[in-house]
């Protein structure tokens, strides 16, 4: 089975990154299972219901995200309702929405998908290690693909928690600094692993966002509103193939396509 993993999808222009770029890429390569990190899909941070649905109709299979998805209010009974749209697993319980989901693929396969937060450099979560061990007890009884959106800031953590995991799943991909590592790999126990699959977004901003808005930030340290970048576009993204049979990945190709 061949997983297309789609890095965080930042406003319109990376949406339509997506609708331009996806087809040709479910083509070429031959893709059963379409994974994307849509935190920031609505106007550079958040998600809402017409940004998820116009990513679902564009291909997308599940839509995972990270510590933006509360950016707009309306996700809060959105992800109440539409289970495709996960958030990270270890929030609280009492939070709306779910970390984990089983879906049955193209080839009519259950694939399995995690949504997890890192804690370093981030917002106070549950522990992601434990809460994904425990997530995958039951997980594993109803697939053996599965796949992991780990969000995270820290490369030690990312890099940890895919080998805490190595063997138990067919992959642990990196989202969240929007900046695509060169370190792809399938780790000893079989697990694809990434440090960050990067951005789907435009190319000249900062990770997404108006460069010199970014500048002035950093020169006088005031508070200012961001706007996503305008021009062309990038697409990030991942090709896993996993052994059906085994769950284990034998291959994990880095991709990034500009979209004019």
């Known amino acids: 089975m061949k997983i297309l993993f789609i890095g965080d999808i930042v406003g319109k222009p990376g949406r339509m990154a997506v609708k331009a770029l996806l087809p040709n890429l479910v083509s070429r390569y031959k893709i059963d299972f379409i994974v994307a990190n849509g935190e920031n899909a609505a106007g550079g941070f958040g998600i809402t219901e017409s940004t998820a649905s116009e990513l679902f109709f564009y291909g997308i299979d599940i839509i995972t995200t990270g510590n933006h998805v509360w950016d707009k209010k309306e996700a809060l009974p959105y992800l109440a309702k539409e289970h495709r749209v996960l958030r990270p697993l270890n ?52 697939a053996k693909i599965i796949i992991v959106d780990f969000h995270a800031e820290a490369t030690s953590e990312k890099l940890a928690f895919g080998y805490y995991l190595d063997g138990q799943v067919s992959a642990v991909i990196g989202t969240h600094t929007h900046v695509q ?23 000249l901003g900062v990770i997404g966002i108006e460069k010199d808005q970014v500048i002035d930030r950093f020169l ?4 200012r509103r961001f706007d996503v970048a305008e021009g ?3 697409l990030s993204a991942v090709v896993i193939e996993v052994d059906e049979q085994r769950g284990k990945a034998t291959g ?8 004019p």
């Open 91 to 142: 929030y609280p319980p009492g939070v709306p929405g779910s970390g984990s989901l089983v879906f049955t693929s193209r080839k009519k396969i259950p694939v399995a998908v995690l949504n997890v937060s890192g804690r370093v450099f981030m917002n106070i979560f549950d522990c992601p290690f434990r809460s994904a061990k425990a997530a995958l007890e039951d997980i594993h009884e109803s």
């Open 181 to 203: 590592t060169a370190d792809e790999r399938i780790l000893p126990g079989g697990t694809a692993y990434i440090t960050d699959v990067g951005m789907t977004g435009p190319l």
């Open 220 to 223: 006088t340290h005031m508070p």
């Open 232 to 234: 062309k576009a990038i």
């Open 252 to 259: 994990i190709q880095r991709l990034q396509l500009t979209n």
